[in-house]
């Protein structure tokens, strides 16, 4: 079973101040583990994705991610932040069920800036 | 130009009627989904498709009927409407690569939001 839980379902920062999104993820294989944003009244677009090949995973629009195995973690971050950047935030895992792809989402992180 | 397009847009209807929902890709891929997104933003997978063949079907009531025609559609069928299934659903497409089929990237359609009253 795989499941991924996100802290704070409301996060506020200033305009330029630091975005930090924790994602913490439980999988009995090794996980692939993705970061989606859904902009208002619009579907889910991929940020990034971890596929094992590097532990900092560089996405769109100046978001990263590091994977951390010893702490399950798979945090998002952006060192300022613009005001596009507002919108909810879904961290996922995948893993295989019979041979195709299962997606977990977690509940979604909404990030507010303040001007 | 649109990748998954899904119609209609928004759905507002009766308790006890029978809706469908259409989602087309032009991405090429073989597997398809349908998500549910309820009023918490929760995301949950309720089907998916790999080449018209039905691969996931998690634990969603039987008034819920999906149908792929060809491997470019997946349409949801909904029969008898009842309140808690007002919500966003997300049509969704990805590549399958075999052994790689977990790495594969999302494609989501840009919802249709049910209202049932």
């Known amino acids: 079973a795989q499941s991924v839980t996100q802290l704070g379902s409301h996060v506020s920062v200033s305009e330029g101040a630091l975005v930090l999104l924790r994602c913490n993820y439980s999988s009995s294989v090794p996980p692939y583990l993705f970061w989606y944003v859904q902009y208002p009244n619009q579907g889910l677009q991929l940020l990034l994705k971890y596929t094992s090949a590097a532990t900092l995973v560089k996405g769109i629009n100046g978001f990263e991610a590091e994977f951390k195995k010893s702490e399950t973690s798979f945090h998002l971050t952006k060192p300022s932040a613009h005001m596009s950047d507002a919108a909810e935030y879904f961290c996922?895992?995948?893993?295989?069920?019979?041979?195709?792809?299962?997606?977990?989402f977690g509940i979604g992180t909404k990030l507010q800036v303040i001007p | 130009d649109t990748a998954v397009s899904q119609t209609p847009k928004y759905l507002v209807t009766q308790m006890g009627n029978d809706k469908s929902i259409k989602c087309e890709q032009n991405l090429g891929h073989d597997t398809m989904y349908w998500y549910k997104q309820d009023s918490k933003k929760f995301l949950k997978i309720m089907f998916s498709y790999n080449n018209k063949e039905l691969i996931i079907n998690e634990t969603v009531p039987n008034r819920f009927s999906p149908k792929s025609p060809d491997k470019a559609h997946l349409n949801l069928h909904i029969n008898s409407l009842e309140l808690g299934d007002s919500a966003v659903y997300f049509c969704a497409s990805s590549p399958y690569r075999g052994g790689q089929g977990s790495l594969e990237t999302q494609y989501f359609g840009p919802g249709t939001r049910l209202l049932v009253l």
């Open positions: 996922a895992v995948s893993a295989r069920s019979g041979g195709y792809q299962k997606v977990t």
